[in-house]
C-alpha cells in the first residue's frame, strides 16, 4: 500500500462513507439505521486488522534498527513519531463514541455481542456501564462500541461536538488535529506522488458546499446527524488514520532497503529440514551457497576435511560422500542410528574465472528417541464445558507437522504456528491428549498426556457499586435502587467465555418497622424490593439469600447455589 493506491478495503469504505452520508441526508427507516450499526462493526474490525498489522511493521523496524542502528534508525524513529500521533488520535476518536452513545443512550455496552447478550439475543441490563470516559479503566478505554439504542437521536452529535453557536467545538478541533496528522505523513512521504495522492483522498477534512453554500467539516459531519451515523463516521476515521499509518511506515520500511549494496562475498550454507531426529529415521538437509552462480552448479562434498590455510581446505580419507545438485542446491540424507548430538560438515567447490573456490560448512543435529510434550497453559487440569487453552510441541518437530486429538469433547487450533489450541471436554472425569505428527509423510503418534477434568468453580454474587469497607459489603440506597439487581462474577478464574446469571433470590430486610422477605426470578429487584431499599434507613442491613445462578454461555447446566450477601445502607 506503500505505492498510495488504495486497497479494494479501504475503497469499500469509503464508498459506504458516501452512501451513508447520503442516506442520512433522508428520513430513513430504522431498520436502514440498524444496517449502518453492522457497517460501523465492519470498519471498526477493519480498523483492529489494520493495527495488528502495523504492529508487526513496527517489530520488523525494531528488529532492523537493533541490527544496523545506522541505517534503520532514523526510518525508525520516523516512524515511531507516525505512531504516537496515530495512537493519539484514534485514543480521541474513541473518547468521542463513547461520549456519544453515553449521551444518546445514557448508558454504554463495550465488548462482543457473547459479551453483552444473553442467549435470546437482548442486552444484559448488568453489562451497561455510566461512568463517564475518565473513570474507565485503560483496559475499557481499549473495548469496542457493542451496541447503540438510540440510533437516529440528531441532537446528541450536535450537542457534544459542535453547534455554531458556540465559540469551542470538539469537532473543530479534531479537524485541526486530523489536518496536522495529514500534513506530518505528506511531509514523511517526501514528494511521493502516488501516495500523497492517497493520503489526500482517504485524508479529506475540506469544507462542503450544499446547493451552493459553504458548510463547514464538522457541520456537515456531526450537526443534526442521527447518532448510528456520526457513530459510523468516527470509525470510519479511525480507519482512516490506520491506513494511512500502515501507507506510510510501509514506505520508511521499504526505503530501509532501497539503497542496499549487492552482496561481496559468498559463503557455505547447510540447512537441515531439522535438527531433531528420531532413531531409525533420516537426517535430512540443504546445502547450498548463498550467492551463487546460476550459469553452473558447485560440487558438494560431505564428511571430514582439513584446512590447509590461505583459504584451502581438503577432504579426509575416502570416507566421505559427493552430494546431488539439483537447481544449485544439494540435497543431503543420512539415517541416524545412534542417540545425540551428531557433528557433520563438508566442502563446497564452486568453479570460477579466478579457479575453483573451496567453501568449507559445518553443522550438528540432535538425535532422541520418540517423545511427546504437552504443556497445560493454566494448571494440569481441564474444566468441563470451557475453552482450556493448551500449548503443544514436539521436540524437534515445528509446530505446523503436530496435530492433537482429544477422547473427551473437542480440541481446536488458536495458532497452529505457535502450537495453540484450546480443549474442551463435555464431562466430568478425564481427558486423554494425544499428539501427531507427520513422519516420512506417514502419521505418527508421539505421546498421550492425561488432564483431570473438573467443573467451573461457582461465581460470586455481586451488587454494581458496593464497595468492601473493612470487611463490610457497604452502599448508598440510591446506589443499590440503580444497580437494578445482583451480578454474579467469576473471580480468578483465568478463561473467556465462561458467564453466568442470577436465576432467583430472596432479598431480607426491615420495611415500615417489619422484618420482610420477598423473593423473585432472575436477577433483578422486584418492585416491593426497590420498596424496602428505599424505605430502610442508613446503617442498617439487607440479606440477600437463597441466590441460585446458571452458566448461559452452554446448554443444560444446572442450577447452583451462591453465598449471601450482607449489606450495609449508608
Not at 104 to 124: F, N, P
Not at 328 to 335: L, S, V
Not at 419 to 443: C, D, H, I, Q
Not at 471 to 494: E, H, P, Q, S
Amino acid at each position: 500500500m506503500a505505492g498510495g493506491n488504495l486497497s479494494p478495503r479501504q475503497k469499500m469504505i469509503n464508498m459506504m462513507y458516501l452512501v451513508l452520508t447520503a442516506l442520512l441526508a433522508l428520513n430513513v427507516s430504522k431498520e436502514v439505521l440498524n444496517s449502518f450499526f453492522e457497517v460501523n462493526n465492519g470498519i471498526t474490525r477493519t480498523t483492529t486488522n489494520f493495527n495488528a498489522k502495523n504492529g508487526d511493521t513496527y517489530a520488523a523496524f525494531d528488529a532492523a534498527a537493533e541490527v544496523n542502528p545506522v541505517k534503520a534508525g532514523p526510518y525508525r524513529e520516523q516512524a515511531y513519531k507516525i505512531k504516537q500521533e496515530a495512537d493519539k488520535l484514534v485514543a480521541s476518536l474513541q473518547e468521542m463514541k463513547y461520549n456519544l452513545v453515553l449521551k444518546a443512550d445514557k448508558k454504554v455496552y463495550l465488548g462482543s455481542e457473547s459479551e453483552i447478550k444473553d442467549e435470546e439475543g437482548d442486552l444484559i441490563d448488568g453489562k451497561s456501564i455510566v461512568l463517564t470516559w475518565d473513570l474507565l479503566s485503560d483496559q475499557q478505554k481499549l473495548m469496542n462500541i457493542g451496541a447503540l439504542t438510540n440510533k437516529d437521536d440528531r441532537h446528541a452529535s450536535g450537542d457534544l461536538f459542535y453547534n455554531s453557536k458556540r465559540k469551542n467545538n470538539i469537532a473543530t478541533d479534531l479537524k485541526i488535529d486530523l489536518s496536522s496528522y495529514k500534513n506530518s505523513l505528506i511531509s514523511i512521504a517526501d514528494g511521493n506522488e502516488s501516495l500523497i495522492a492517497s493520503i489526500n483522498e482517504t485524508c479529506n477534512y475540506e469544507d462542503k458546499k450544499i446547493k451552493g453554500k459553504k458548510q463547514l467539516w464538522e457541520e456537515y459531519n456531526f450537526y443534526d446527524m442521527p447518532s448510528v451515523g456520526a457513530l459510523t463516521l468516527l470509525s470510519k476515521m479511525q480507519s482512516d488514520v490506520r491506513n494511512t499509518e500502515a501507507d506510510i511506515i510501509n514506505m520508511l520500511r521499504e526505503n530501509i532497503d532501497a539503497g542496499s549494496l549487492k552482496f561481496t562475498s559468498a559463503e557455505g550454507i547447510q540447512i537441515p529440514n531439522s535438527n531433531f531426529v528420531l532413531k531409525g529415521d533420516s537426517f535430512r538437509a540443504q546445502i547450498f551457497i548463498a550467492a551463487k552462480d546460476t550459469t553452473q552448479a558447485p560440487i558438494i562434498y560431505v564428511g571430514e576435511f582439513d584446512s590447509l590455510g590461505g583459504g584451502k581446505y581438503e577432504m579426509v580419507g575416502d570416507d566421505y560422500e559427493t552430494v546431488k545438485v539439483v537447481n544449485g542446491k544439494g540435497i543431503f540424507a543420512k539415517r541416524a542410528l545412534s542417540e545425540g548430538v551428531q557433528k557433520w560438515g563438508g566442502l563446497i567447490a564452486m568453479k570460477t574465472d579466478n579457479g575453483t573456490k573451496i567453501y568449507p560448512f559445518r553443522g550438528e543435529y540432535l538425535v532422541a528417541a520418540k517423545t511427546a510434550v504437552v504443556s497445560p497453559t493454566n494448571m494440569n487440569i481441564l474444566y468441563l464445558e470451557v475453552d482450556n487453552p493448551i500449548k503443544i510441541s514436539v521436540p524437534g518437530y515445528t509446530a505446523g507437522v503436530i496435530s492433537a486429538v482429544i477422547n473427551n469433547g473437542k480440541i481446536s487450533v488458536i495458532k497452529k504456528s505457535l502450537g495453540e489450541y484450546s480443549a474442551r471436554p463435555s464431562k466430568k472425569g478425564k481427558a486423554m491428549v494425544s499428539l501427531f505428527t507427520e513422519v516420512n509423510g506417514k502419521r505418527t503418534k508421539m505421546g498421550d498426556m492425561e488432564f483431570r477434568v473438573k467443573p467451573v468453580p461457582p461465581p460470586k454474587a455481586e451488587l454494581l457499586g458496593a464497595k468492601s469497607v473493612n470487611g463490610t459489603t457497604v452502599i448508598d440506597k440510591m446506589m443499590m435502587v440503580n444497580a437494578g439487581g445482583i451480578l454474579a462474577r467469576l473471580k480468578d478464574f483465568d478463561f473467556k467465555g465462561v458467564r453466568y446469571m442470577i436465576t432467583s433470590f430472596r432479598l431480607t430486610g426491615v420495611y415500615k418497622g417489619e422484618q420482610m422477605k420477598e423473593e423473585t426470578k432472575g436477577p433483578e429487584f422486584s418492585l416491593k424490593m426497590i420498596n424496602i431499599i428505599k424505605n430502610i434507613k442508613s446503617g442498617n442491613t439487607i440479606t440477600i439469600s437463597n441466590i441460585q445462578a446458571k452458566r448461559v454461555d452452554y446448554k443444560n447446566s444446572d442450577e447452583i447455589p451462591l453465598d449471601p450477601l450482607v449489606i450495609e445502607i449508608k
